[in-house]
């Protein structure tokens, strides 16, 4: 479920266009809309060109601040100490074959003895043990949220486009990261 805490501080889409718009004239908003296309996700995002270039996409309506994801219960890699203590866990094996690539390094981690990686006692075939327990982990992304969007924009050093100028214009801290580990992300998705 998400509350609406999680939105952080929410933008409208006609407010964040229409702002970019007057610091660049030439910045184009939902293409596929005013083509009268038909795309999957044309009811909740619109795409941001420049020059005819696709810049990112951009959320319709209400804009959270931040990314928005769906949970979904899925299996997460563990420890294999944790595997051991604790309830409704798994163990996924596998047989690595002296022609599979990382075979030597397997080897080697197997010999230190490290918990993932087990050789037969009798120096015969090679295992990778992968423990695992099933969680709620990410999953697609519902919303892409303003600060994710504006910084692909940014990032696209468009003339007028700055970190600085879009903060004004939007009334909003620009410099601003909640985690920095999120950085890529915003520029990668």
């Not at 015969?124 to 600060?147: M, N």
């Not at 910084?151 to 903060?167: M, N, Q, S």
């Amino acid at each position: 479920m998400i509350e609406i805490k999680d939105f952080g501080k929410p933008l409208d889409y006609a407010t964040v266009t229409a702002a970019l718009q007057r610091l660049c004239p030439e910045i184009e908003f939902d293409e596929a809309g005013r083509m009268g296309w038909t795309t999957p996700n044309i009811e909740i995002r619109a795409s941001v060109k420049y020059q005819g270039r696709y810049i990112a996409a951009i959320d319709r309506g209400m804009i959270p601040e931040f990314k928005v994801w769906k949970e979904t219960i899925g299996a997460q890699e563990i420890t294999m100490a944790e595997a051991q203590t604790q309830d409704d866990t798994g163990v996924l094996y596998a047989e690595i074959l002296p022609t599979d690539p990382g075979y030597h390094q397997a080897l080697v981690m197997a010999q230190r003895g490290d918990d993932n990686y087990r050789q037969d006692p009798d120096g015969g075939k090679l295992w990778k043990y992968t423990p695992y327990r099933f969680a709620k982990v990410r999953g697609a992304i519902v919303r892409f949220g303003w600060r994710h969007t504006l910084e692909r924009i940014v990032r696209a050093e468009i003339p007028g486009l700055t970190r600085e100028a879009i903060g004004r214009a939007l009334g909003v801290d620009l410099m601003k990261y909640p985690n920095p580990s999120d950085l890529p992300a915003a520029i990668g998705e």
